[in-house]
Nanobody, 121 residues
Framework: QVQLVESGGGLVQPGGSLRLSCAAS????????MGWYRQGPGKERELVAD???????TYADSVKGRFTISRDGAKNTVYLQMNSLKPEDTAIYYC???????????????WGQGTQVTVSS
């Protein structure tokens, strides 16, 4: 079974930086796209950024210019570099991956358990 494990969350002051990592492991045949979602207090889960296997990136308007998503295809790992953090960025951040797995090679979507990011003075 596929597992997505996030790391790098924590408490940071406004203007600070964090880098999140998400490593996918298991019987992975192919990694299609990987991305990050977040859910803040009282809010719905929203897309933060994603990246295709070819490196094409998409960002939410609220984070564009501050966050950078990248991936290491060989390691099935996606990263989210978060700079100039704001209190509004406080949320649980979830890794998502579109993966084809063995033995069926069928594409499915998988979620990590989430990592808390708190931006506060």
């Amino acid at each position: 079974q596929v597992q997505l494990v996030e790391s790098g969350g924590g408490l940071v002051q406004p203007g600070g930086s964090l880098r999140l990592s998400c490593a996918a492991s298991g019987s992975i045949f192919m990694t299609n796209a990987m991305g990050w979602y977040r859910q803040g207090p009282g809010k719905e889960r929203e897309l933060v950024a994603d990246i295709t296997s070819g490196g094409t990136t998409t960002y939410a308007d609220s984070v564009k210019g501050r966050f950078t998503i990248s991936r290491d295809g060989a390691k099935n790992t996606v990263y989210l570099q978060m700079n100039s953090l704001k209190p509004e960025d406080t949320a649980i951040y979830y890794c998502n991956a579109a993966l084809a797995t063995y033995p069926s090679r069928m594409l499915g979507h998988y979620w990590g358990q989430g990592t808390q990011v708190t931006v506060s003075s």
